[in-house]
């Protein structure tokens, strides 16, 4: 137990830099897109039990409702008390430490969440654990060494480059699907996502 002292304590500091996540145009737009395309694809549908992991204050779980769908999430800080004030089903939770049982996901939405994870290999395990054999998870993270340098984020640990989150898939267990590059314009120059659609 004693080995595990100095990593508690260094994760317990890290809690100091959860922000709320307010919304935003970009995140209303790609959410939408990216959650059309799922429901007419007929990946996304009625009976699924969906999981927003890192659901800041409601903007999946909103469209989820709006499409039909049952979704609940888990968010940290604030972003709790805003879900719960809009009628939407959420736990307080980390995404390392979920109290979920084995295999009790059809889906997971995990947009612009595990860029967070100070240790993403054993994220993606929880999130392999938490999905039913055959169910799918869908990863959105920011490219590295854009204009817009998601890399200095305070609370950003792992922006990584493609051929790496691809490893980690693999080697998670995670079947790569499909993926897709988002590019945006911003102010301060091009910015760029990656997209994946993985099955476990």
Known sequence: ???YVH???????LSLDVYPELPGAIADMVT???MGDLVRGGILVPGL???DIGCGQGVALERF??????AEGITLGTDYEVCLNKGLRVHQMDQNFMT????AFDFLWCRHVLEHSVAPFFTLSEYLRITRPGGRIYVEVPAPD???HHERNPNHYSVLPDCLWQALFARAGLTLEGRVVLN???ACGPDEYWAYLLRR
């Open 65 to 70: 409702r709006d499409h039909g769908l049952t």
């Open 1 to 3: 137990m004693r080995d």
């Open 100 to 103: 979920f049982a084995d295999g």
């Open 7 to 13: 990593y508690d304590r260094f994760l317990d500091r």
């Open 49 to 51: 039990r969906i999981l």
């Open 32 to 34: 939408g897109q990216v």
């Open 184 to 186: 945006f314009e911003l």
């Open 146 to 148: 854009t204009s817009a």
